[in-house]
């Protein structure tokens, strides 16, 4: 008796292990009718367990993406959209990361993947783009000049004024022009001035400083551009999700996500099943 129960839970394992692989088997093989269906089933169940709302938008469109084009005509779905979600997901989800000239702070560049004209601008950028990311003036170089300026400790009189990247070979005066106070302590190199930084930005034509200064981010600024584009693309991301599982086979579906989501949550797929079959039966009877 006592080696039955401890044989038991093994046995079971075995049976959930040999029943999971057989679905995987039956779900990967190819249908006489052709095999991409499956692979977008299974595309689209993946998705409902995504937390992050980039990598689910960028999901949703790879999966548009797998319709045939002879397909596309049966779903209500506008490829203009999925073109842009894919194209600006793919470019926030790969930031590239560097360091201001001083070292101590970070830049963040989004590294977009096609041609940086106005045309694009207007494609890809305007449906969603509505802040002002926060970005380092002074590497802008396009569309803005950022200067140093050295003043005298006594008498506020500019002494220097330097320009962006600024020159190792910066050297002071060695006295005030005006008022003759020491600027540079012989003994040892301390500079009595105070400095002020000035940028001057040109933000025209917008779409050209924009692109300059996805370049040279903060990190706040990053967050805050990715999180704007995940504000409108959610809801875009949704309509294509919908419509994709509407023209699917809901029970394989319905498996995809109970499989996904683990033994003892096939109550969850079950919903999800009813959910599909209750769409298609709607969009069967007509309004």
């Known amino acids: 008796m006592v080696k039955r129960k401890k044989e038991e839970p093994v046995e079971e394992s075995r049976n959930e292990e040999q029943e999971d692989a ?16 499956h692979f977008l089933t299974q595309s689209l169940a993946l998705t409902i367990f995504m937390t992050d709302d980039l990598k689910r938008a960028k999901a949703v469109t790879v999966a548009a993406l797998m319709v045939m084009e002879v397909e596309r005509e049966k779903v209500a779905v506008e490829y203009e959209t999925v073109q ?3 194209q600006v997901a793919s470019a926030l989800l790969n930031p590239s990361l560097a360091k201001t000239p001083g070292g101590d702070s970070q830049v963040v560049s989004v590294p977009w993947g096609f041609p940086q004209s106005e045309e694009n601008y207007r494609t890809f950028i305007l449906p969603w783009y509505s802040c002002k990311p926060f970005f380092w003036s002074s590497l802008l170089t396009k569309h803005g000049e ?19 990247p600024l020159s190792d070979t910066l050297r002071f005066p060695y006295r005030c022009p005006r008022c003759h106070n020491l600027i540079v302590n012989p003994y040892n190199g301390i500079a009595y001035v105070t ?30 551009l990715r ?61």
Request: net charge neutral; glycine share 6%.
């Open 22 to 37: 057989q679905f995987l088997l039956s779900a990967t093989r190819a249908p006489r009718q052709g095999s991409y269906e």
């Open 195 to 224: 400095t002020f930084d000035q940028t001057n930005i040109t933000r025209e034509p917008c779409w050209s400083f924009f692109f300059e200064v996805s370049t040279c981010l903060t990190p706040q600024g990053y967050d805050l």
């Open 227 to 287: 999180n704007n584009f995940i504000a409108w693309a959610t809801p875009q991301a949704q309509q294509i999700l919908a419509e994709l599982t509407r023209v699917i086979d809901p029970n394989l579906y319905a498996e995809m996500l109970g499989l996904y989501s683990k033994r003892g949550k096939q109550g969850y797929a079950e919903k999800v099943k009813a959910a599909a079959e209750g769409v298609t039966d709607a969009n069967t009877l007509g309004p």
């Open 84 to 86: 842009v979600l894919n």
């Open 146 to 164: 950022t200067w140093r300026i050295w003043h005298c400790q006594k008498c506020t009189t500019e002494v220097l004024k330097a320009k962006f």
